[in-house]
């Protein structure tokens, strides 16, 4: 079990960037899948993004290609998602969530991973996106 602790929210007009970090605390970054998911008000959580960490592969949620991107800093056991030309209807808690590898989500099973595979999760961090 790690901790997770989300932070970089904030406000920004559509078009606009922000970049969000997952500190990771109690394990190792690399020995996780993690993924950053995303809820609306009156919406259901979604997934945004997904990391292998060990080998830094990724998928990526169609609607945010191009735009969202995942980082990791290692000397810092924390996960960056750089979000760019963000639109309104992207305005949501984001969530960033952790699964061991080793419990079988490692390689290409961290990308099928759903939403209820992670059991660690951060408090979430809010983004707006208002003109």
């Known amino acids: 079990q790690v901790q997770l602790v989300e932070s970089g929210g904030g406000s920004v007009l559509p078009g606009g960037s922000l970049r969000l970090s997952c500190a990771v605390s109690?394990?190792?970054?690399?020995?996780?899948?993690m993924g950053w998911f995303r809820q609306a008000p009156g919406k259901e959580r979604e997934g945004v993004a997904i990391?292998?960490?060990?080998?830094?592969?990724?998928w990526y949620a169609d609607s945010v290609k191009g735009r969202f991107t995942l980082s990791q800093d290692n000397a810092k056991n924390t996960l960056h998602l750089q979000m760019n030309s963000l639109k309104y209807e992207e305005a949501a808690m984001y969530y960033c969530?952790?699964?061991?590898?080793?419990?079988?989500?490692?390689?290409?099973?961290?990308?099928?991973?759903?939403?209820?595979?992670?059991?660690?999760w951060g408090q979430g961090t809010q983004v707006a996106v208002a003109s």
């Open positions: 969530a952790a699964v061991a590898a080793f419990r079988g989500y490692a390689g290409s099973r961290c990308y099928m991973a759903r939403l209820s595979d992670f059991p660690d």
């Open positions: 990391i292998y960490n060990e080998s830094g592969g990724t």
């Open positions: 109690g394990d190792t970054l690399s020995r996780y899948c």
